[in-house]
């Protein structure tokens, strides 16, 4: 366990529809940052909040957005989804935006649209 | 754009055996460099990481792995596995950029099945 809850767990959705995954970050963690992991690949870098603001994007289109609450927890919206939108969703938390602190990762939240 | 490749895709082995999974990088610029750790049913957790200093760097659970700048690569490596390290393991990049480091490119993972 690190402290880092996701919810849902899983969750099925119908292509054109809208998602909201939700992460809590691990005490005292200030930045979260999302990932997709397709089946077989290994997670895919989405963006990162840190201080309720984003503070960089991976190479996803803008019907991927987010929020970072005052409390640091955080949420990943999905518009329009896509079937290729079916992945495992991981939020991470970190202290700082650094990479010398090491990131705790979530379970995940197994989307599957149809 | 950076990019990681994990060569081997599944690998199997005898309790004992020695390890050593691949991974290459496509960056010119500096990177910090991650082996993490996935066990069935659990979490990502890192295993080890390298920003600077002694391209030898140790692990927990007797992981180590190493940097060589010449061949982008940074191997995992260690000497006698157990059953218990049945897994799937992922390298992972992250450039050190000057708005933050807070773009991280995995590879798409090795599975790594100790047979007892």
């Known amino acids: 366990e690190t402290g880092v809850t996701q919810s849902p767990t899983h969750l099925i959705k119908t292509r054109g529809q809208q998602v909201t995954l939700r992460c809590s970050s691990q005490?005292?963690?200030?930045?979260v940052s999302w990932y997709q992991q397709a089946l077989g690949q290994g997670p895919q870098f989405i963006f990162q909040?840190?201080?309720?603001?984003?503070?960089g994007r991976g190479n996803f289109p803008p019907r991927f957005s987010g929020l970072q609450f005052p409390n640091y927890s955080s949420e990943l919206n999905v518009n329009a989804l896509e079937l290729d939108d079916s992945a495992l969703y991981l939020c991470a938390s970190r202290s700082g935006t650094s990479a010398y602190n090491e990131q705790f990762f979530g379970p995940g939240t197994r989307l599957t649209v149809l | 754009a950076q990019s990681v490749s994990q060569h081997n895709h599944h690998v199997i082995l005898s309790e004992a055996a020695s390890l050593e999974l691949g991974c290459n990088y496509s960056y010119g610029g500096t990177v910090n460099l991650f082996w993490y750790v996935q066990y069935p049913g659990q979490h990502l957790q890192l295993l080890l990481k390298y920003f600077s200093g002694d391209p030898l760097v140790k692990g927990i659970k007797g992981f180590e792995a190493e940097f060589i700048k010449s061949k982008f690569s940074f191997n995992l490596r260690k000497p006698s596995v157990q059953w218990s390290d049945t897994a799937e393991y992922f390298c992972?990049?992250?450039?050190?950029?000057?708005?933050?480091?807070?773009?991280?490119?995995f590879g798409a993972g090795t599975r790594l099945t100790v047979k007892p």
């Open positions: 005490s005292g963690h200030n930045t």
């Open positions: 992972a990049v992250n450039a050190c950029l000057a708005r933050g480091n807070n773009d991280m490119r």
């Open positions: 909040y840190y201080r309720e603001e984003e503070n």
